[in-house]
């Protein structure tokens, strides 16, 4: 099931965060986000993946997305993607990926998604953003 989140999932969302990137949101972030867009996967009571987008102009902005790793390349990464595209009140949608995080461009491309540049050093480590979009309809 795709919900909203709730301040209860925070826990779990700040766990698969931990689990998913090198430098992880602390808790309090997803706090701020709870009037987003914020969506999560459930089954069996238990947060499998989030994700979070907010409107910024006439575009739609993924802040973040993650799926808890036992539960990866089961479909759900792309359900939430879908079901923020179809809420979220923007034409476009963009996302920015480490350059050298492979799996997720290939990801984003495999559901819809095409490149639009590069932000160069938009990570603190140095590292460049690819920045995607996908146009809604």
């Known amino acids: 099931m795709i919900r909203q989140c709730t301040e209860k999932d925070i826990p779990q969302v700040a766990e698969i965060e931990k689990l998913s990137f090198a430098h992880p949101y602390p808790a309090f972030v997803f706090k701020k986000y709870l009037r987003a867009k914020f969506l999560v996967a459930e089954e069996m009571g238990k947060i499998r993946g989030y994700i979070i987008g907010v409107k910024m102009g006439e575009?739609?902005?993924?802040?973040?997305?993650?799926?808890?790793?036992?539960?990866?390349?089961?479909?759900?990464?792309?359900?939430?993607?879908?079901?923020?595209?179809?809420?979220?009140?923007?034409?476009?949608?963009?996302?920015?990926?480490?350059?050298?995080?492979?799996?997720?461009?290939?990801?984003?491309q495999s559901v819809g998604f095409e490149r639009k540049g590069i932000i160069p050093s938009y990570y603190g480590n140095g590292e460049d953003a690819v920045v995607m979009f996908m146009r809604k309809g």
């Open 59 to 108: 575009k739609g902005i993924i802040i973040s997305l993650a799926v808890h790793p036992d539960y990866r390349r089961k479909g759900y990464g792309k359900k939430l993607i879908e079901e923020l595209v179809k809420i979220m009140d923007a034409s476009i949608i963009e996302i920015q990926v480490r350059i050298g995080n492979k799996g997720a461009l290939k990801f984003y």
